[in-house]
Nanobody, 124 residues
């Protein structure tokens, strides 16, 4: 079992920055074994993938990709030693307002483990 706990959300003005963190814990494991991602869900919308990092280490694994809406503004990263996943969010826009979730899974496209979410609100 893997437990995920997000933090770092809050209220920020448009153009500002936030850094979300996700702490992973559970049975002995390395987060590099897992595909990990950040998702978000705004009221009345479906949950969407924001950014993900694939399992493994560069150059054969550990690659990242992003939703078109956040490319160039958000950066996903992880610290394997600390079992932490991060999402650096810059140039925030009101449309980035949502609950952000951290997720992990062993199969591409399927995330078995989820955090409880952290609210991000961007004011105009």
């Amino acid at each position: 079992q893997v437990q995920l706990v997000e933090s770092g959300g809050g209220l920020v003005q448009a153009g500002g920055s936030l850094r979300l963190s996700c702490a992973a814990s559970g049975d002995t494991f390395s987060i590099s074994w897992y595909n990990m991602g950040w998702f978000r869900q705004a009221p009345g919308t479906q949950r969407e993938l924001v950014a993900r990092v694939f399992r493994g280490e560069l150059p054969h694994g550990g690659t990242t990709n992003y939703a078109d809406s956040v490319k160039g503004r958000f950066t996903i990263s992880r610290d394997n030693a600390k079992k932490m996943l991060f999402l650096q969010m810059n140039s925030l826009k009101p449309e980035d307002t949502a609950v952000y979730y951290c997720a992990a899974g062993l199969r591409i496209g399927y995330y078995a483990y989820w955090g409880q979410g952290t609210q991000v609100t961007v004011s105009s």
